[in-house]
Structure formats: structure tokens, C-alpha cells
């Protein structure tokens, strides 16, 4: 029975780890679309790293006489571990729950909609408590770097691997 037990904790340790790796590449991704996006409609291009810094460092970081590099470097790193904390628990329902990985079409679409509850989470939610910065940026440029650039990617990237479902 131990021995079971320690299989299924080590395959859902892999999806774990997974999501964590997978979730920063999303991170990425969604990251480099908010920043092309902030600099087409002149925010900026490191607008959306200062905003994420906000959250650690204070409204101020969003002033041009913040030090750059200091609400950059905050951002990015407070945007990585969010999208690995946010890839961790998704490696984790989707390597609890196996109808979420039938196929990789569910997988993907799955991985959608928790990028869109991302987003409605983030913007609908905790905006309203604290961070109301937020409420200045683009919803249209929010949803679609939440729900595809994050959400969607993420799933593409655990539908990729072949290896787990076939463990799984």
C-alpha cells in the first residue's frame, strides 16, 4: 500500500513541478504580450512590471522618478512567483483530476478557462481590496493576456508533453 501511495505522491509531485516550470513560461509569455501591449497604446513597454511592483514596493513605483530598475526587477520577480504559484496549482487539479487530461483539447481547454478565472479573480476581486491601480489598464489587453497568453499557453505546454499523459 506504501509503495502505491508513494507512486501517486511522486507523479503528482512531477505535475507539481511541472506547473511551476511550465506556469513561469506562460509568465513569460503573457509578461512580453502585457508589455508589446502597454508600449502600442503608450503606457510604456515596463508599465505592467511597475504596476506588478506596485504591489510590493507602493503606488509610487508607478512614478517615472521610481528608479526603473528597481519597480522592474520587483515586478518581474513578483510576476514570476505568482505565475509559478498559479502553474503549481494548476499542475496540481490537473494531475489530481484525470478527465482534465483525456486529451489534450481538454487539457488546453481547461487550462483556458483558469486563466479567464484568473482574470476575473484578479480584476474583479482583489482590485477591489487592494492594488486599484489596476483598474487603469486595459480589460480588453487583461483578458486576452490572462486567458491565452497565460491560461491557453499553459495548457499547450502541459498538452505538449506526451510523457505525462502517458504515465498518468
Known sequence: MDSVHSTSSTRLGSWAMTGIV?????????????MIMAAILGDGFFMPLRMIGAIILGKGALMSSYSLAEAGLVGLIVHMMLSAMFGLVFGLVIGSVTALRSSRAITVVTATVFGFTLWIFNFYVITTVAFDWFKMSNQTVQFFAHTFFFGSMLGLLFAARSQLFAES
Open 22 to 34: 511550465w506556469g513561469m513560461v506562460a509568465g513569460i509569455v503573457f509578461a512580453m504580450f502585457e
